[in-house]
């Protein structure tokens, strides 16, 4: 048996810095441990989320202070988990090693470590109980959280179902696809491939052989698949199938979360509204106006560069491995400091093996095929490193790859064109901070400059930027907090840091605090939207990043900035990380008795996101008659708020 590992009491937060960690005491009735009947639904939440860490044998204070109390009896609660984990009517199935279970001494306090990875798509849904549809659980901000049937049945389909766009659609023909989309395909593949074979195949049998439609032998069923209705398909046909599909990309001409739009592309009638005019329609203004330096090949201008191949990949990555049975949009955004991409539907591996590259697990494998025999798309596994070299090639700030499952499952890619220590930004850094900036190590400069940049900064941002240990990124991002340069919020793997009196908006990536609940930006001439907030005036050193204009700030309240009474009544939610159920619903009353707040308004002053308040309080609020909306005839309205009732 493995000897146990000595830590410091001051190193156990150090131990799962950057992990999801839920800590139980697991005393038991006698004193002497007990596992805890709820730590099942803890590892299925785990397991079908990111992975974590279990603590037993740890008290987590309100503060989210870790004390190791230890387990008197602690082979017996040993014994008694790997039974647990063994027994499939206790759990579907045990993911975890030898390696997973560690036993740590902290001062003489014996404890347990439990770390649960994530499950393969193979193993999702992990849940407690023989019943998938009662059993699984999924982690978020506020702890476990039971799955619904609908994200259960699509974990199912994942597990089983190696292709999601291969099936054949009984009732559709090639008379529901495009002809001319299907031509101009033909011509891009023509020339791609001008002596290849299939050229001479009348449509019908090209399409059978690019896997646009397909003949079940053993049914003798054949008809157009998904994927040659997505690519090809006409849009009410589409829509016959995929009744939430929705393309959407938007040009926006200023640095902003939910920036009006000067260019859009979306399924507005005038065209088909398949994904091969999509991408027809948008690549080309995505590289409108790049400017990036071309190249010379002998005499000879390439304007082909590695950017352009980067944008590239990305666009067709977000269409190939799109969920389209999903409920959020795929949206693309151009911005003057950004490229945003989001598709419907979670990434099939955990984000740094897709970052790694060389392993392939593509949700529509007959879409990569398609755009592949006409030139796009890279061999299975590469895509992404290739753009993330591509980043680096510009001196540009490490891409950002993020897996969700909250309102509903996406992955958002975000592509920043902004340099990693930008000249102005710490210019306006030194200028504010002085000899505090200047003597910090390069770890802390990066994380005070991203801090700028992007509002905020995690320890996995810090880890995607920075080839420094994760234990040097722990301390100096610690010190920073200890000098009282950034503050904190969330906690464990969801801790985030940014400038004292500065949290972050929900989302400052692409404005998904609207458009993940289907909703978009107002076009030029629709925005009602007040002047926003006032930046820092400290901050305004020439940088757009420095002017904190995010329309997250538009309180609908004038008044919200100087009331007091609000940070009074705000107070409880700050002090307090976790709270009951019925003490969030009482404090949200409390602060929306006699005004209306916007969501973003009670996610600033509560320290909760957005998402976590609409999706676990606002809404059942409002069906039960709590509260109230401002604006009730447009429930999803982009600066909807709330009252009392």
Request: aromatic share 6%; glycine share 8%; charged share 25%.
């Amino acid at each position: 048996m493995p000897s146990d590992i000595k830590i410091a009491a001051s190193e156990l937060e150090q131990q799962v810095e950057g992990c999801d960690l839920e800590a139980k005491l697991a005393a038991g009735r006698d004193g002497r441990g007990e596992v805890p009947k709820n730590v099942y639904e803890t590892y299925s939440a785990m397991a079908n989320t990111d992975g974590g860490v279990i603590l037993l044998g740890v008290r987590e204070h309100e503060s989210g202070r870790l004390e190791a109390v230890g387990i008197p009896d602690l082979p017996r609660v040993q014994k008694a988990l790997w039974d647990g984990l063994n027994n499939r009517q206790q759990v579907s199935e045990n993911i975890l090693s030898s390696e997973s279970v560690k036993v740590l001494d902290v001062e003489g306090n014996r404890i347990l470590q439990v770390r649960v990875p994530r499950a393969s798509r193979h193993q999702k849904p992990v849940h407690v109980g023989s019943n998938p549809l009662e059993g699984s659980y999924r982690r978020n901000h506020e702890g476990d959280y039971r799955c619904s049937a609908e994200d259960v049945r699509r974990m199912l389909a994942e597990r089983v179902e190696d292709e999601r766009d291969g099936r054949i659609l009984v009732g559709y023909s090639l008379a529901d696809l495009d002809a001319q989309t299907i031509a101009k395909y033909r011509q891009n593949f023509r020339a791609a491939k001008p002596d290849h074979p299939w050229n001479s195949e009348p449509d019908a049998e090209f399409l059978r052989l690019i896997g646009g439609y397909r003949r079940n032998r053993e049914s003798g069923e054949e008809g157009v698949t998904e994927a040659g209705l997505l690519m090809f398909g006409k849009l009410a046909e589409i829509h016959e199938h995929f009744p939430h599909f929705m393309l959407d990309f938007q040009e926006r001409a200023e640095a902003k979360t939910q920036a009006r739009w000067i260019d859009r592309v979306t399924l507005d009638g005038t065209w088909s509204g398949n994904l091969f005019d999509f991408y027809q329609l948008a690549m080309p203004r995505l590289v409108r106006d790049l400017k990036v330096p071309f190249e010379l090949r002998g005499d000879t201008r390439v304007d082909d560069t590695p950017v352009h191949e980067a944008l590239r990949e990305a666009l067709v990555n977000t269409l190939i491995h799109a969920d389209y049975s999903g409920r959020i949009s795929v949206l693309v955004v151009k911005r003057p400091d950004l490229f945003g991409f989001r598709n419907p539907g979670a990434m099939r591996m955990a984000v740094d093996v897709a970052v790694q590259g060389g392993v392939s697990d593509c949700r529509n494998r007959r879409l990569q095929t398609m755009f592949r025999h006409v030139g796009l798309g890279e061999q299975a596994g590469s895509g992404l490193s290739k753009v993330y070299a591509s980043w680096r090639l510009q001196h540009w700030r490490a891409p950002e790859l993020a897996d969700r499952t909250t309102p509903y499952e996406q992955t958002v890619f975000t592509l920043r064109t902004v340099s990693l220590l930008p000249e102005t930004t710490v210019s306006g850094l030194q200028a504010l901070l002085g000899e505090q900036f200047r003597t910090a190590s390069e770890i802390q400069k990066l994380a005070m400059v991203t801090v700028a940049l992007e509002r905020k900064v995690t320890h996995a941002r810090l880890r995607s930027m920075s080839e420094a240990h994760p234990r040097d990124i722990t301390v100096a991002l610690a010190a920073l907090v200890q000098r009282g340069i950034l503050e904190t919020g969330g906690a464990h793997k969801r801790t985030y840091y940014y400038f004292p009196g500065q949290p972050p908006p929900d989302d400052p990536a692409l404005g998904f605090e609207a458009a993940g609940r289907g909703e978009t930006p107002p076009p030029p001439a629709a925005s009602g939207m007040g002047a926003p907030a006032a930046a820092d005036p400290s901050f305004q050193h020439g940088d757009p990043s420095f002017q904190h204009s995010d329309p997250s700030f538009q309180h609908s309240d004038p008044s919200f900035q100087h009331s007091e009474e609000l940070m009074r009544l705000a107070a409880p939610f700050r002090a307090k990380r976790r709270m009951s159920g019925a003490e969030m619903e009482a404090g949200l009353l409390q602060l929306c008795d006699g005004r209306f707040l916007t969501v973003a308004e009670l996610a600033r002053l509560t320290g909760r996101s957005a998402d976590t308040l609409r999706n676990h309080h606002l809404t059942r609020m409002v069906s039960e008659g709590k509260l109230r909306l401002q604006h009730p005839d447009q429930p999803t309205h982009p600066v909807q708020a709330y009252t009392k009732a």
